[in-house]
């Protein structure tokens, strides 16, 4: 082989496939070996800057999350029925065998939990009549009762639920029929009472005949429903 023929192949050798850069043969052709690029010091700053915002927006929304559990929880508290005496209205439902829920209902409905007397002279809390309680205090064998006493949210609220458990048995422990009586009377329940069964059927609330006592029946089933889902605690359960 020629000295020419031996320089073709050599620079022929040296640029065959499989060479990597940077090797001894590319070095003897001359060529600069291919170095990779540094990574720019810099090159990290916008990643954490990204992260950085992604936290703080989190940490908003969690915090505006919380604000609106705590402002719900804040409303919730402030629509919430009043309640007061729980621990004499729990004394009394275990005695009268009554949902203390149906008691608190009755004396919302009857006071909203301010003691005062009516026109009619209705008294207390439960808005116990004189000559209700006169005859329950009878019944019961409470000779030493005065008008007076039912100012006392103990003896109100013992007399109201005595009312309340005596017209329950009455009625066969219908409750609708038992609330009408507890606003309208006796009389009253069973006349509407008498033409319902008449028709074959029990007492409704359209059979009531007055409206005030329909909104009246209306209003402490209602809160009863009401004072079972807030004060459960409170108020011992059903």
């Known amino acids: ?15 065959a496939p499989g060479r990597e850069p940077g090797s001894a043969a590319g070095r003897a052709s001359g060529r600069p070996a291919a170095r990779p690029r540094p990574k720019s010091s810099a090159g990290g700053a916008p990643s954490l800057a990204r992260r950085r915002l992604r936290l703080v927006l989190v940490l908003l929304a969690l ?3 919380i604000t609106g559990i705590a402002l719900t929880a804040k409303i919730r508290r402030e629509k919430r029925l009043p309640l007061g005496d729980q621990a004499i209205i729990r004394v009394q439902a275990e005695r009268k065998h009554l949902d203390p829920a149906l008691i608190a209902a009755v004396i919302y409905t ?14 207390g809390l439960m808005q116990v009549m004189p000559a ?3 005859f329950l ?13 039912l100012g006392r949210a103990s003896v109100n ?3 109201g639920s005595y009312y309340l458990r005596y017209l329950l048995n009455r009625y066969g422990g219908d409750k609708l029929a038992a609330l009408a009586a507890y606003n309208a009377g ?3 329940v069973n006349r509407w009472i008498g033409r319902a069964h008449a028709e074959g059927r029990s007492l409704a609330i359209a059979d009531i005949g007055y409206p005030e006592t329909r909104a009246y029946v209306r209003n402490v089933l209602h ?3 009401v004072y079972h889902a807030d004060y459960p605690i409170a108020l011992g359960g059903g």
């Open 110 to 123: 009857e006071s909203k939990f301010v003691p005062r007397e009516s026109s009619a002279g209705a008294q």
């Open 157 to 159: 609220i013992a007399y």
């Open 186 to 188: 006796i009389t009253a």
């Open 63 to 65: 915090a505006g999350v």
């Open 137 to 149: 205090a009878r019944r019961s064998g409470g000779i030493g009762f005065t008008v007076a006493d």
């Open 1 to 15: 082989m020629s000295r020419e023929a031996s320089t073709r192949a050599g620079a022929g050798a040296e640029g």
């Open 132 to 134: 209700t309680a006169g």
């Open 223 to 225: 809160a009863e429903a």
